[in-house]
């Protein structure tokens, strides 16, 4: 099976160690994180995770599967990125003598977007964000002229054809329970079962 980039959207409850125990999945399996992201989602008290790895589909859904057995985590999913509205944010920390003498400069930070974070006589930071090819282009250019200071952020990714995990619990919250009881067949039978 072929590799390709995935993002992994996982809605957790909030809990500590959350991190560990996921990190802990993809690091058995020998799985290398590209990005990982975690924040609120729309729904109170519940996280969001975004990760991004490069594996066989296969591989990905195995993982889906594994990590959802975890009791904190609701929900996974995974999708390609031509699925997902994704972005990458950056900051840059550039002599301020270059942006003030070399135009070229100050034309390819407003092509990309850039806006400036904070002025000072010595340096300038510049903010910006996109695709990682975009990042790693403006920092090719930017390398050129003494760049001081690189940083990139953790992908942040929506899903394109969602309604969103608020709309899910709804949808769960509303299902009336099975008119049909479900009767546990060793419920009699305790000591027999449950002993050491």
């Known amino acids: 099976m ?10 957790t409850e909030n809990s500590i160690g959350m991190i560990g125990r996921i990190s802990t999945i993809f690091s058995r399996r020998k799985i290398n994180i590209e990005s990982l992201n975690t924040s609120p989602s729309e729904v109170e008290g519940i996280h969001r995770f975004t990760i991004v790895i490069s594996e066989s589909e296969e591989v990905v859904r195995k993982l889906c599967r594994q990590i959802e057995k975890q009791v904190e985590v609701l929900k996974a999913y995974y999708n390609t990125n031509d699925e997902l509205v994704w972005q990458e944010q950056a900051l840059y920390k550039v ?17 990309y977007g850039a806006s400036a974070v904070v002025i000072r006589n010595d340096y300038i930071v510049f903010e910006t964000a996109g695709h990682r090819e975009e990042i790693d282009r403006l920092t090719a250019e930017l390398t050129k002229y003494n760049l001081i200071e690189f940083v990139r952020g953790a992908r942040i990714a929506i899903i394109k054809e969602s309604a969103g995990f608020h709309q899910k619990l709804k949808e769960f919250e509303q299902q009336e329970p099975s008119p049909d009881v479900v009767e546990n067949e060793f419920l009699d039978q305790q000591d027999e079962v449950f002993t050491m």
């Open 2 to 11: 072929e590799k390709q980039e995935y993002t992994i959207t996982l809605y």
């Open 95 to 111: 002599p301020a003598d270059v942006i003030a003498e070399k135009a070229y400069v100050e034309r390819l930070l407003r092509q």
